[in-house]
């Protein structure tokens, strides 16, 4: 009955370490992208009105894609966002910040006039570790969603947009 028990446990502690490396696969970093890239950078804009925004753009420009490969996602700086693909040569990623957002928030003493206020996000964990000036691609190929880790991304000058004034 002991050895039976053994047995049993060595099969399950297989079967769970198992389920967990096909988990870490699924996030597997290829070694080649497959489609050429330009310098990758990033820069910080603020919008010149209160509650117009603030935020993070990431540049990815094209040089070329023979193969017709379309990004999809990227990851930076604990974030993630769908990729926008803008004048055929260059993916953008427009990640908001909390600063300078419109805020309309209602703050009373009566509990049900707050009932539509937004629910705060929860950051998500990455699955990726990664430093500032690092960012991992999300792609298809077939019916597979591949993953590629860029480094070295530069950071440009802030770009801070003027108010709108009336003449």
């Known amino acids: 009955m002991q050895l039976f028990k053994k ?3 060595l099969v399950l502690m297989a ?9 870490a696969s699924t996030y597997k970093l290829q070694k080649e992208l497959p489609l050429e890239i330009g310098a990758v950078y990033y820069q910080h804009w603020v919008a010149g009105v209160q509650g117009g925004g603030s935020g993070v753009n990431l540049f990815i420009p094209i040089m070329a894609n023979t193969n017709d490969i379309q990004l999809d996602s990227v990851y930076f700086q604990g974030k993630q966002v769908k990729l926008e693909f803008k004048n055929n040569s260059i993916y953008v990623g427009r990640f908001a910040s ?3 957002q419109k805020q309309d928030i209602i703050m009373s003493s009566e509990t049900i006039e707050e009932y539509n206020n937004p629910i705060p996000e929860i950051p998500k964990k990455l699955p990726f570790e990664l430093k500032d000036n690092e960012c991992v691609v999300s792609y298809q190929e077939g019916n597979r969603t591949l993953y590629y880790k860029i480094s070295k991304i530069t950071k440009k000058e802030s770009a801070r947009y003027p108010s709108v004034r009336p003449n």
Do not use: L, P, R
């Not at 079967?15 to 988990?23: A, D, G, K, L, N």
């Open 98 to 100: 909390k600063v300078n």
């Open 7 to 9: 047995i049993i446990a």
């Open 15 to 23: 079967f769970v370490m198992t389920s967990f490396s096909q988990c």
